[in-house]
């Protein structure tokens, strides 16, 4: 099945490290792990099942050779959150030099898998990932979302401190 979605994407930016305190994890076990150079149909599966809810695309339809040269760059960070043993989410932080102008980071994707929403990950996961983003000494992070995305993702990172900086409009094109 194929659609088209016209969405409205914000595009947001913190020029200062938060001051917060990380909120406490949610009860259950539960680890955050950097995933380095994750085999490819790890990263897929994760990408799928955190994106396809909210229209992912910009990995979904790229070859996959494209996919793993920026998912085993070193300048390239991919988090993990487990939840009771089993993989809940899915956060990429950017931080090549060549796609970014000088000192920013970018939260290139974040999102839980559909099974976790509403079991109070979202917030501990969020501030575990910004907080990493900071750690590697940026001037400023950004992030971007659209009208597609959770509907309580632009008030969270708003809440967070980011600020818009800019808006546009896309198309999405979906082939489920």
Avoid at 55 to 76: F, G, K, Q
Wanted: hydrophobic share 40%; aromatic share 14%.
């Amino acid at each position: 099945m194929q659609k088209t979605l016209d969405v409205t994407i914000t595009y947001l930016e913190q020029k200062s490290r938060p001051r917060f305190q990380l909120p406490a994890p949610p009860a259950g076990k539960i680890a955050f792990i950097r995933v380095e150079k994750p085999p490819l149909h790890f990263y897929r599966y994760l990408y799928d099942q955190v994106g396809a809810p909210f229209h992912w695309v910009s990995r979904r339809y790229m070859p996959d050779e494209d996919v793993c040269d920026i998912i085993h760059d070193p300048d390239v960070f991919i988090y993990v959150p487990y939840f009771n043993g089993a993989p809940c989410g899915l956060a990429e932080v950017d931080a090549r030099k060549d796609c970014h102008t000088h000192g920013t980071v970018e939260i290139k994707f974040f999102g839980l898998m559909p099974d976790f929403i509403g079991q109070r990950l979202g917030r501990w996961f969020f501030h575990n990932t910004l907080d990493l983003a900071w750690a590697l000494n940026p001037e400023r992070v950004i992030l971007e979302t659209c009208t597609a995305d959770h509907p309580a993702a632009l008030p969270l990172y708003q809440k967070l401190g980011f600020t818009v900086y800019d808006q546009g409009h896309g198309i999405i094109e979906w082939r489920g």
